[in-house]
């Protein structure tokens, strides 16, 4: 069964605009990751948040992580139309096993 | 970062037939690799994860039998979809881990399969 819940499933917005995601699980974690996958496209590893971090950045990416709601969100800042994608929340409980969120699909329009 | 291969990036095949999806870790050892399935507009399914050198564990739902991994080397897992059917077309996916602190995956570009 899937580990995460992702909201919303789609998300329209105007290049420049910044792009919210939110991620739920259920279980404990070690840590959580972000992926985006480009339609038909492999992963491409955004950033990973481990589970004593609150909050990291990595360039226009913003991901922040709250244990006690056992919620993270990823905000994209000054969004481009390349950062059209669907967006994965993944977590990891323990020995490697990754499981996925339902996916958040970005749509940047120019 | 480290690199990971499918081969072949898509394939066709018929009803019936059976299907090899190569998964090759280029620049690193992956003690372990995963395998995920995933359908139009939907999310990665873990199919099954193995360790190099032993049998793989396969998710809840998966047949064993009919999705046969094999993990014979610290760069390489194969993927072979046995008497594959039309349902089993899908976008398989493959991820090698490495061990450590960050447990970080890195993933294959993916291998579309279609069974006609």
């Known amino acids: 069964s899937q580990q995460g819940e992702e909201d919303p499933q789609a998300l329209s917005i105007q290049e420049g605009e910044n792009a919210t995601m939110n991620c739920s699980y259920k279980?404990?974690?070690?840590?959580l990751q972000w992926y985006r996958q480009n339609s038909g496209r492999g992963l491409v590893h955004l950033i990973l948040?481990?589970?004593?971090?609150r909050e990291k950045h990595s360039g226009r990416l913003r991901v922040t992580l709250d244990t006690s709601k056992k919620s993270s969100s990823l905000l994209i800042t000054a969004s481009r139309a390349a950062d059209t994608a669907s967006y994965f929340c993944?977590?990891?409980?323990?020995?490697?096993?990754?499981?996925f969120g339902a996916g958040t699909r970005l749509f940047v329009k120019a | 970062g480290a690199v990971v291969s499918q081969h072949p990036s898509w394939v066709i095949c018929k009803s019936g037939t059976s299907v090899k999806i190569e998964c090759r870790s280029l620049?690193?050892?992956?003690?372990?690799m995963f395998w995920y399935r995933q359908f139009p507009k939907q999310s990665l399914m873990l199919m099954a994860t193995?360790?190099?050198?032993?049998?793989?564990?396969?998710e809840q739902g998966v047949e064993k039998d009919k999705f046969l991994i094999n993990h014979a080397s610290l760069t390489l897992s194969t993927l072979t979809v046995t008497s594959a059917h039309p349902e089993d077309s899908s976008f398989y996916i493959c991820?090698?881990?490495?061990?450590?602190?960050?447990?970080?995956?890195?993933f294959g570009p993916g291998t579309r399969l279609t069974v006609t």
């Open positions: 993944a977590t990891d409980t323990g020995g490697f096993k990754t499981i």
């Open positions: 279980t404990s974690i070690n840590n």
């Open positions: 948040i481990r589970s004593n971090e």
């Open positions: 620049d690193f050892q992956a003690t372990t």
């Open positions: 193995s360790n190099e050198g032993s049998k793989a564990t396969y």
């Open positions: 991820s090698g881990g490495l061990a450590g602190t960050s447990y970080e995956q890195y």
